[in-house]
């Protein structure tokens, strides 16, 4: 596989950047973007706030106080969109095979182009050019594999790049903090430090098998990602734009606690859905059909989103505007587009710690066991309402 030439490019500060190019004032400071309350929590900092021992998820009220002097902006969302999508365009112009894994995070294949072009000669050239033509600074790290690339990054940035020559993925890995392994996050990480494991090199010089034994299956993917194997190919990107969910009745209803609940149940499995792909929307669609086959829908507008609570109240109020009739349904839906990749959970800006740990919880059990294994009581419909039935009053 050492002939693959893969580049993986990631937008330096992505969110403060393009504020910056808004208001020049910003360059230098200290920014913090996200949640503006005490509660909320930051989405994105600048390279001046992180010096204070300020990241992204740490909550709002903590980061005031290890920077008091720090300019807290709640963000805007289409403008960060529109930035990235102008970045996507420049890619897809140049590049044959690009999978955009983020809103500010693209990998590139070039394997075959070395002989015509020099791949990393070709890479910078792109650089330079997204920045010339956005404003914004850009970093990569260009090697044989997905992974390698990706930390590779890392290392070069700001507004660096970085190029790690085929047979040198391990001694580059060697000495860097276990952290650095895109697959670990918090959790593995203090499992890591149990055992003992804080750089990269030890998780080398561990038999696979060892690994497999303390972590699972997790355990034989940490061992290759760690000796910098990585046959994971680049997935050509396509944008989605819309997610949907229909439910037809197989008797016609009226019952609104049962169309409520049906409603409820779809907007839940597709905010999840959202979450589990990185992504947010800004559209909310509900259609119903009489039991005449004649279909009407209504839609708005709201902030990017993907949390449940959120996407909930939006399609009940868009149903109780649609159901004018009160006869029969055959069928409801709901319809959310606009969507744009994150890698940001939940609502960007109005996050809090409870509802971000809430999130979390249910999305973890849901990944584990199913979507769906964690639900509202009142999305489970007549089905809750018979459980009820049968149990004893206190």
């Known amino acids: 596989m050492h002939d693959r030439s893969i580049v993986h490019m990631d937008l330096d500060t992505f969110f403060v950047s393009v504020e910056r190019l808004d208001n020049s004032k910003l360059i230098g400071r200290p920014v913090l973007i996200g949640g503006k309350s005490n509660r909320g929590v930051v989405a994105s900092c600048s390279y001046e706030a992180r010096t204070f021992g300020i990241h992204s998820a740490m909550p709002m009220r903590m980061a005031r106080q290890l920077c ?17 999508n102008m970045v996507t365009d420049i890619i897809k112009e140049d590049v044959p095979i690009y999978e955009k894994t983020s809103i500010d995070e693209f990998f590139i294949d070039l394997s075959g182009m070395e002989r015509f072009f020099g791949s990393y000669l070709f890479a910078s050239d792109l650089r ?3 920045e010339k033509e956005s404003g914004l600074n850009i970093s990569f790290g260009h090697s044989i594999n997905k992974t390698v690339s990706k930390i590779a990054t890392g290392e070069a940035k700001p507004a660096g790049q970085k190029k790690i020559i085929a047979g040198d993925e391990k001694p580059f890995l060697a000495p860097l903090s276990v952290r650095k392994i895109p697959m670990v996050g918090n959790v593995m990480f203090q499992n890591l430090r149990r055992l003992g494991i804080d750089k990269i090199q030890t998780l080398q010089q561990m038999p696979i098998e060892m690994l497999e ?33 229909d439910k037809t009745f197989e008797i016609d209803t009226s019952d609104i606690a049962k169309l409520r609940a049906s409603l409820i149940s779809m907007t839940e499995r597709l905010a ?29 507008k709201i902030p990017y989103t993907s949390a449940d609570h959120i996407l909930i109240d939006k399609v009940k109020s868009l149903f109780n505007k649609l159901y004018s009739r009160r006869v029969m349904l055959r069928l409801v839906g709901v319809r959310l587009s606009g969507l744009v990749s994150g890698g940001y959970q939940i609502n960007l800006f109005d996050d809090t710690e409870e509802m971000i740990k809430l999130y979390q ?23 809750y309402r018979e459980f009820n039935s049968f149990m004893p009053e206190n």
């Open 68 to 84: 008091p002097e720090a300019i807290v902006l709640r963000g805007d969302m289409e403008r960060y969109s529109y930035f990235s």
């Open 128 to 130: 330079k050019k997204i």
């Open 213 to 245: 034994h303390a972590l699972g299956k997790n355990g034989g993917k940490l061992w290759k990602k760690a000796n910098g194997i990585d046959n994971s190919p680049v997935v050509q990107y396509t944008e989605r734009k819309s997610i949907s969910s």
């Open 272 to 300: 999840f859905k959202l979450r589990k792909e990185h992504k947010l929307c800004s559209v909310v669609t509900v259609k119903i059909r009489y039991s005449d086959f004649n279909t009407f829908t209504q839609q708005i």
């Open 361 to 383: 919880a249910m999305d973890n059990m849901n990944k584990r066991y199913g979507n769906g294994t964690v639900r509202r009581a009142i999305g489970l419909g007549q089905k």
